[in-house]
T-cell receptor, first 114, second 112 residues
């Protein structure tokens, strides 16, 4: 049973470009969470999705960031018009249950904005 | 609201020394508490958890007890090894989807 997959592992973008981060949850998991880890900081919750629905996006910046988890395929975190402050590690976690306590984290995507 | 305050690092210990990393929390309701470990360049791995007051989570020689009266969940290990060198995160679960609230992490380096 493969774990949570994230790709790419490393992504370099210039200011103003778009970044697309993908997360494939573990088999049988329909709940996905995205977290951002800024340098020297802990992880901060961004968004919680269940298949085709955004359940909680209270941690998402109001502009430029969006997330989806379609019926088929991976969850996507999309950052438009990236700025240097978006440079961070983005982690995805998945869980089988609604209570979300059996979370498994992916290896993360490290985004660098030049 | 929910938040976690974690002992600042970095922490450097000699092999076989005793480890304590302090963690206190603020929460509404009765959250579950977790310790995660992150090795360089990798994602987070669950180390241990406790779901209610007075529960003790344990794994790989690490222990933490859920203390409701002091709102704490301190991580301890009696004898650390070089392979324990990593960043340790304390977290609690809460919110609409039981998302995690993480502390800022404590970097541990164990020297031979």
């Amino acid at each position: 049973n493969a774990g949570v997959m994230q790709n790419p592992r490393h992504l370099v973008r210039r200011r103003g470009q778009e970044a697309r981060l993908r997360c494939s949850p573990m088999k049988g998991h329909s709940h996905v969470y995205w977290y951002r880890q800024l340098p020297e900081e802990g992880l901060k919750f961004m968004v919680y999705l269940q298949k085709e629905n955004i359940i909680d996006e209270s941690g998402m910046p109001k502009e430029r960031f969006s997330a989806e988890f379609p019926k088929e395929g991976p969850s996507i975190l999309r950052i438009q018009q990236v700025v240097r402050g978006d440079s961070a590690a983005y982690f995805c976690a998945s869980s089988r249950n609604r209570d979300g306590e059996d979370k498994y984290f992916g290896p993360g995507t490290r985004l660098l904005v030049l | 609201g929910n938040s976690v305050t974690q002992m600042e690092g970095p922490v450097t210990l000699s092999e076989e020394a005793f480890l304590t990393i302090n963690c206190t929390y603020t929460a509404t309701g009765y959250p579950s508490l977790f310790w995660y470990v992150q090795y360089p360049g990798e994602g987070l791995q669950l180390l241990l958890k406790a779901t209610k007051a007075d529960d003790k989570g344990s794994n790989k020689g690490f222990e933490a007890t859920y203390r409701k009266e002091t709102t704490s969940f301190h991580l301890e290990k009696g004898s650390v090894q070089v392979s324990d060198s990593a960043v340790y995160f304390c977290a609690l679960s809460g919110g609409a989807g039981n998302q995690f609230y993480f502390g800022t992490g404590t970097s541990l380096t164990v020297i031979p």
